[in-house]
């Protein structure tokens, strides 16, 4: 099984950045696909950006194709999620999630492996 730990979150304007990060441990995340999703209040979680296990092939909401970028750093067993251009829609918790020997799926049903979230909020 592999552990996730999101950091990263915080208060911001629109136009900021912010750069998210997931630590894993627990396993060999070589293995895993990974994915961001993101929650806002009386919301259902959605997908935001996926990223498959060499880091080559990555996929993004439309929402946020442009200003977010999915990177990720195997040796450190972590993946990024670089947000730029922040929009007060951007508000959410942010769920980093892992996908054993996946393609980096938009589903959720697809991930079985979730950390607790980093609350980000945009403000206008």
């Known amino acids: 099984q592999v552990q996730l730990v999101e950091s990263g979150g915080g208060l911001v304007q629109a136009g900021d950045s912010l750069r998210l990060s997931c630590a894993a441990s627990g396993s060999d995340f070589n293995s895993y696909a990974m994915g961001w999703f993101r929650q806002a209040p009386g919301k259902e979680r959605e997908f935001v950006a996926a990223?498959?296990?060499?880091?080559?092939?990555?996929n993004y909401a439309n929402s946020v194709k442009g200003r977010f970028t999915i990177s990720r750093d195997n040796a450190k067993e972590a993946v990024y999620l670089q947000m730029n251009k922040l929009k007060p829609e951007d508000t959410a918790v942010y769920y980093c999630a892992a996908e054993r020997w996946g393609v980096g799926d938009t589903k959720t049903s697809s991930y079985g492996y979730w950390g607790q979230g980093t609350q980000v909020t945009v403000s206008s």
């Open positions: 990223i498959n296990l060499s880091g080559r092939d990555r």
